[in-house]
């Protein structure tokens, strides 16, 4: 089966600066990537995704890039603020009807 | 609009009991998916249901369980529960490819 690696597991970073967390994957059958963000108490909230067409999207201070040939992954978060603090997950899956396959999780500390 | 919704939001049962929680997923939304997410994991997947058919299940034991109903709310089940059962349960809704998912139910088990 799929499986997804994250790394950092913790991130620390000023406020303003940029944070960058990493997946790699391992089946090429996978062809949609989303990324979650959790914060304390609550469910995974789906932030970004990118399907494997395509190499890069970007929305607001988020963007996502996608390396098909290298199977990894990338989340960048731009200008952080106090309230971007939360974990972070990537994940993979084949499409509709297909299971998700879920990182570890980046716990992400903006230091205002 | 109303998201994800599950109940309850949280439980404490004992070794060998059984439980069952419920999620009623987002308007218009026909698949439901049950997730486990063990504290600093990654969730995990359980099971996916479509048009109140099971459509995939994950590594997991017998004693988990799942339904879905004719408006489209689901149940997940867990017999003889153990202490390793203890986690967050994830309910998602989906429409195409993308997961929402709701707040959960955290379930411990003494």
Known sequence: GENVEQHPSTLSVQEGDSAVIKCTYSDSASNYFPWYKQELGKGPQLIIDIRSNVGEKKDQRIAVTLNKTAKHFSLHITETQPEDSAVYFCAASMGRFNKFYFGSGTKLNVKP | ?110
């Open chain 2, 1 to 110: 609009d109303a998201g994800v919704t599950q109940s309850p939001t949280h439980l404490i049962k004992t070794r060998g009991q059984q439980v069952t929680l419920r999620c009623s997923p987002i308007s218009g939304h026909k698949s439901v998916s049950w997730y486990q997410q063990v504290l600093g994991q990654g969730p995990q997947f359980i099971f996916q249901y479509y048009e109140k058919e099971e459509r995939g299940r994950g590594n997991f034991p017998d004693r988990f369980s799942a339904r879905q109903f004719p408006n489209y709310s689901s149940e997940l089940n867990v017999n003889a529960l153990l202490l390793g059962d203890s986690a967050l349960y994830l309910c998602a809704s989906s429409l195409n490819e993308k997961l929402f998912f709701g707040s959960g139910t955290q379930l411990s088990v003494l």
